[in-house]
């Protein structure tokens, strides 16, 4: 009863703050009163974004690498998706991995593994989750910025239930999104790709048969039967999201490799943005430190927030 109590006055005491700082019509408490209800609504939605677009992540990956890359994956950005499955060449309990139905073994037969993956999903999770994210074991994913990306009010809008497909897009062989820099899929457009794949709709352009291939540019292909094209993926200066190198490859912009220029159809440029949602050929190691320099490093923001006190000798005059 008395932390009932406690905690009822604490709330009264807010809402008293709340309703004198309305009726005071100083134009400075009210600027301030305007500033802090704005990062209040602000604060909110993006928690609101966080909890209800519900991402379920893939990441394509074998089994000598489980241990290696797969695990800086388990140990960084996976478990910030909802759910997080690891795509192998062997099943593998203990860590876990496991080998969809149809696929190859092998570290090869990258087209088997990603089309029977997108099956497997639509048959086991299609109507649990919004989006389907994936990722190779080399990349990296800002999972808060693709959840904002995914579920903030935008033009057009990126309502799950209508088909949807992002990534960096490539300009080249009738253009597809780079499978190493990562792809995200609505559940409607997974929907929408298993009729294509299920019925084997325009076998010269969707290879169903096939095991391996270009995987990225095959599934581009296989969207496109279904009437599926990649989404605007750029933010509001025009810069990148999803990335096809390492952050200081992007960062600099120096260093790009002839093709690059030729596929990329976003001119390549230096600089990353602020909504950065992924990067690729992530070593476990660098792949490590960005998470570090991102969620451990950041939190020196939060600083402010801390129950802290000041050691007594900034407290007085010295010389």
């Not at 932390?3 to 005491?13: P, Q």
Request: include cysteine; aromatic fraction near 14%.
């Amino acid at each position: 009863m008395k932390t009932k109590a406690i905690f009822t006055f604490f709330c009264t005491g807010i809402l008293m703050c709340a309703w004198k700082l309305f009726q005071d019509t100083s134009p400075t408490n009210r600027e301030a009163h305007n500033g802090i209800m704005q990062l209040l609504q602000k604060r909110n939605l993006v928690n609101k974004i966080q909890t209800r677009v519900k991402v379920l992540c893939f990441v394509e990956t074998c089994e000598k690498n489980l241990r290696t890359r797969a695990q800086s994956i388990k140990d960084t950005w996976g478990p910030r998706c909802d759910k997080t499955l690891y795509i192998s060449d062997k099943d593998n309990s203990t860590f876990p991995s496991f080998r969809p139905p149809g696929v190859e073994p092998g570290y090869g037969a990258l087209w088997s593994k990603t089309m029977f993956t997108f099956r497997y999903l639509y048959k086991h999770y299609l109507n649990e989750y919004h989006w389907f994210m994936k990722a190779d074991d080399d990349t990296y994913v800002v999972v808060e910025n693709l959840k904002y990306f995914l579920g903030k009010e935008s033009l057009p809008k990126h309502n799950p239930d209508e088909p949807h497909y992002f990534g960096k897009h490539f300009k080249t062989l009738g253009g597809y999104t780079s499978g190493g820099a990562g792809y995200v899929l609505s559940r409607e457009a997974l929907r929408q790709l298993e009729d294509v794949l299920a019925n084997e709709r325009s076998p010269d352009d969707c290879k169903t048969k096939e095991t391996d291939g270009v995987e990225d540019a095959l599934l581009g292909k296989c969207l496109a039967v279904a009437g599926i094209h990649h989404g605007y993926t750029l933010d509001s200066a025009g810069m990148d999201l999803f990335h096809s190198f390492w952050p200081d490859f992007e960062f600099f912009g120096d260093q790009f490799p002839e093709w690059y220029y030729k596929y990329s159809a976003n001119p390549p440029s230096s600089g990353c943005s602020n909504e950065t949602i992924t990067f690729h050929y992530m070593d476990p190691r660098v792949m490590r430190v960005t998470h570090f320099a991102i969620y451990k490093l950041g939190a020196l923001l939060g600083r402010a927030k801390q129950n802290v006190t000041l050691n007594k000798f900034y407290s007085q005059d010295h010389d």
